[in-house]
């Protein structure tokens, strides 16, 4: 195609409101589909990237310099979140499920896992364990916990990150779970 026919196209395209032209949106499509993303999630991944280059231009920022590499790198990150969702997604099945078997023990067995917890949880340094204690039994957001604490939201989810991967290690260790 000839970069005569090409810029038209453009034109028409952007004329009609529609900021990827039609080579724009392939690349977009095969970006997302090697990034991984089901075929039935493509046209809402062109659709993400179509409506950030709108709201950027909303936004009254600078045209990207090359549309087509930009339209690229935001498809490929919307493939790698399409990917954390799903991970998400899993993680959130697993722990539903391991709820539901927790809800099957008898009283002998929560008695006994109530207690590995609460020795886990003496063991902590004291630092984790609050943050433990008040993301999981007080139900707090890490945004609020950092707030309340007056401490930087990383240092709350590292933490975080630290005790559970201690108090799951100890539970293993000591067989309870």
């Known amino acids: 195609m000839s970069v005569l026919r090409r810029k038209a196209r453009r034109a028409q395209g ?42 950027r231009t909303a936004r009254g920022d600078e045209a990207p310099r090359d549309v087509s590499a930009w339209a690229a790198v935001v498809a490929s990150n919307l493939a790698m979140d399409w990917h954390r969702a799903k991970r998400r997604q899993e993680r959130v099945g697993e722990r539903l499920a391991s709820l539901r078997q927790l809800e099957h023990l008898s009283d002998e067995d929560t008695s006994l896992l109530s207690l590995a917890v609460a020795q886990g949880l003496d063991e902590l340094p004291d630092a984790q364990r609050q943050v433990l204690v008040l993301r999981f039994y007080a139900d707090l957001p890490v945004r609020g916990i950092a707030e309340e604490l007056g401490i ?4 709350v989810k590292s933490r975080l990150h630290t005790a559970v991967r201690a108090l799951r290690a100890r539970l293993h260790e000591d067989e309870v779970v």
Do not use: I, K, S
Request: net charge negative.
């Open 152 to 155: 930087p939201e990383g240092t």
């Open 14 to 55: 952007e004329a009609h409101g529609d900021p990827l032209d039609a080579a724009q949106e392939r690349r977009v499509r095969a970006v997302l589909a090697l990034g991984g993303v089901p075929q039935a999630d493509l046209p809402d991944g062109v659709q993400q990237v179509r409506l950030r280059l709108l709201e």
